[in-house]
């Protein structure tokens, strides 16, 4: 159900989606990395990744977000199969706008008041880290394929998925993929977190990765990381120390996200047959770092 394999409009039409009234127009608002979501008046359609599961874990996934209204928009009811494609259907709300002041206070708020809710026995387990291992596996020949992979050998047996991972250290309830595309604003006002493939229990450290991934790299500017760690501190978050040096928690996610985000310029930029840009080439520049700092595996 990739944009091209179906229309939107046949997604929209296949069942899942309420008949809107007055009726209107499915609009594409993403359709990438076989992921198609589309718009439908004031419900979002979502058709997920052909390769994932999504079985018993992802249903209670569902119930979970339903329980947590207040922080998580998750689908109104539970997943359908549509040609063979798990498709979900949510409240719309509005994203993110880059040409604005970008929340990342109030993304470190939700953060931290998702990572403050008791975690319930039978919640799913985040298992977020693989995918580090899958994109880098991707990887073709050429120089900053070289640099990626150098990088990812620095990371644990677990993280690269060589091994079982070791029992959770202080576990919350994690949204497992954050970054400000995963927010929208609601009919409220208020801000809430999208995309809830991966929240479940595990360590919150791994929720703060990429903008500590992005900032290490020198992507994020030193004043947008200062406002969300002061933000997600305020709060009381539990994911770093109240004070002092926040890295001791953060250091093992940060670099594993930035060798992620690597990978995957590393392979955009292949596919769109183009050199790296800045950006894309400073994630590629620090996981030369990584590798030059030596961690061990």
Avoid: N
Wanted: proline fraction near 11%; glycine fraction near 10%; charge should be negative.
């Amino acid at each position: 159900m990739d944009g091209a394999d179906r229309a939107p409009g046949a997604v929209a039409g296949s069942g899942a989606v309420p008949a809107p009234a007055p009726p209107a127009e499915p609009e594409t608002l993403y359709d990438r990395h076989g992921v198609l979501v589309v718009r439908v008046a004031g419900v979002v359609v979502k058709a997920h990744q052909p390769d994932r599961e999504y079985g018993a874990p992802f249903l209670e996934r569902t119930r979970l977000a339903a329980a947590l209204r207040h922080i998580v928009v998750g689908p109104l009811a539970p997943p359908v199969e549509v040609d063979g494609r798990t498709v979900t259907v949510s409240p719309y709300g509005d994203p993110v706008d880059p040409e604005e002041e970008l929340p990342w206070e109030e993304g470190a708020r939700l953060l931290a008041a998702l990572h403050a809710v008791p975690v319930p026995e039978d919640a799913p387990r985040w298992g977020r880290p693989a995918r580090v291992a899958r994109l880098v596996s991707r990887l073709g020949s050429g120089t900053a394929e070289d640099v990626v992979r150098r990088a990812f050998a620095t990371l644990p047996a677990w993280v690269r998925g060589e091994a079982g991972e070791p029992p959770g250290q202080g576990e919350c309830l994690i949204h497992g993929d954050w970054h400000l595309g995963q927010m929208v604003r609601c009919g409220d006002g208020r801000w809430r977190l999208i995309d809830i493939e991966d929240l479940g229990k595990g360590v919150p450290a791994w929720d703060l990765a990429r903008p500590a991934a992005l900032y290490s790299a020198g992507v994020l500017s030193p004043d947008e990381w200062a406002r969300f760690l002061a933000a997600y501190r305020a709060a009381r978050g539990p994911a770093v120390p109240a004070e002092g040096d926040p890295w001791g928690a953060l250091d093992l996610p940060a670099r594993s996200l930035a060798i992620q985000i690597a990978a995957t310029c590393v392979l955009s930029a292949g596919r769109e047959d183009r050199p790296l840009d800045g950006p894309e080439q400073a994630m590629v520049d620090a996981c030369a770092r990584i590798s030059t700092a030596g961690h061990p595996a």
